[in-house]
């Protein structure tokens, strides 16, 4: 069930609180209008691979009391769907490694029943699909997002440092036999895996899964340098309608990305771009960090601190103040630049602490 505000009424001078269709006060619209509906939360900031882009091979996590609990972590989560976020997606560093996992999972699912949540989701890189395949079709999830980069088991240890494709490929064998809907997230690496993308596609309309392919985005320190890495997604379009017809389709996810038709394959391809193509108008997301440090933008620094009012209190009020205020704050968007004159990082924070 979406909730669309119906009534607004002026909270402070730049936050606006609606009054949702079921008279619960607590929608949150931010300064430019846009509903906030969809929350990413990270789970942890530890993850079983190294993808080069995403971290440096020798990364320190954070420590265990940093981390929200996971009670803390369903408590945040259900004040933000008070508000009106009806799309959660647990994400990390890898969420499936977080030890208990599924005991939040299985949890958030509620809001699943209740109808607070229209859908609960998560990204992983697949490693442990095998194992929880089962478990999470069964706690209501319908739909996963796999980050898989190649087909090519050496390419895929090169990309990954860490990571076995083979354990990744029978862990989408495994999701789809449990009836788990899957999207591919591809970053698309120049020199590495462009030359792969025709496969890729193949292989996953071929499974019936859609193809996303991703922009590689300024975040962390990482080892190796941007610019090398870097491919606007222009250029991979372009190739692509060389071989196939891309009909442009309005499909949408509530995400950054847009679709396109491939008449060949019959399936769907999205492109996102946040380097070449700005996204930011219709920007409904925020995301929260497993320390609850909350991002109002992925490509901005500003934050504000979730934890500190979730652990002063056992009140959600001063959460809720904190959300609020932090909400009259969302910026308009983001600016990411990777350029010759910059070689460092537009921003110092990896993906992984965001959560991706
Ligand atoms: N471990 C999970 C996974 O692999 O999907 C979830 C976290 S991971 C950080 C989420 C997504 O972010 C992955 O698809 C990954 O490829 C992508 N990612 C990480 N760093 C990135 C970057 N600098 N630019 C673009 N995408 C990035």
């Known amino acids: 069930m979406h909730r669309e505000p119906t009534m607004a009424a002026a909270k402070s001078s730049s936050t606006i609180e609606l009054e949702r269709g079921d008279g619960t006060p607590g929608a949150l619209v931010d300064p430019f209008g846009r509903a906030i509906t969809y929350l ?81 989701t998560l990204t992983t890189n697949g490693s442990q699909l095998q194992k929880y395949a089962t478990e999470l079709k069964a706690s209501g999830i319908r739909r996963i997002n796999v980050s898989l980069d190649t087909l090519d088991a050496g390419k895929f240890r090169a990309i990954t440092r860490w990571g076995d494709l083979g354990n990744v490929l029978a862990g989408i064998d495994a999701a789809q036999a449990a009836g788990l809907q899957i999207k591919i997230n591809a970053v698309a690496l120049k020199g590495v895996n462009d030359d792969e993308i025709p496969r890729l596609l193949e292989w996953a309309h071929g499974r019936g899964m859609d193809l996303t392919v991703i922009e590689v985005m300024p975040l962390g320190d990482v080892d190796e340098s941007r610019l090398d890495q870097y491919l606007p997604l222009s250029i991979i379009r372009a190739r692509l309608a060389e071989r196939y017809t891309l009909d442009d389709i309005d499909y949408q996810t509530g995400g950054p990305a847009r679709y396109v038709r491939v008449k060949e394959t019959g399936g769907r391809l999205g492109f996102i771009t946040p380097l070449t193509h700005n996204f930011c108008e219709s920007c409904n997301r925020v995301r929260v960090t497993c320390t609850g440090t909350l991002f109002m933008c992925l490509g901005q620094n500003d934050a504000a601190d979730l934890r500190r009012p979730l652990r002063s209190s056992e009140s959600d009020e001063p959460l809720n103040a904190a959300i609020d205020e932090a909400i009259s704050r969302k910026p308009k968007g983001h600016d990411f630049v990777i350029d010759r004159r910059h070689r460092v990082s537009a921003l110092p924070r990896h993906m992984s602490t965001t959560g991706g």
């Open 40 to 120: 990413r939360v990270s789970v942890t900031d530890r993850c079983d691979f190294r993808c080069v882009y995403c971290m440096s091979e020798h990364m320190t996590f954070l420590p265990k009391a940093e981390l929200l609990s996971l009670e803390e972590l369903d408590r945040l989560c259900s004040a933000f769907m008070k508000k009106g976020v009806s799309k959660l997606r647990l994400t990390g560093g890898e969420p499936l490694v977080r030890r208990g996992i599924m005991t939040l999972v299985s949890s958030l699912s509620r809001h699943l029943q209740s109808g607070a949540l229209s859908e609960l």
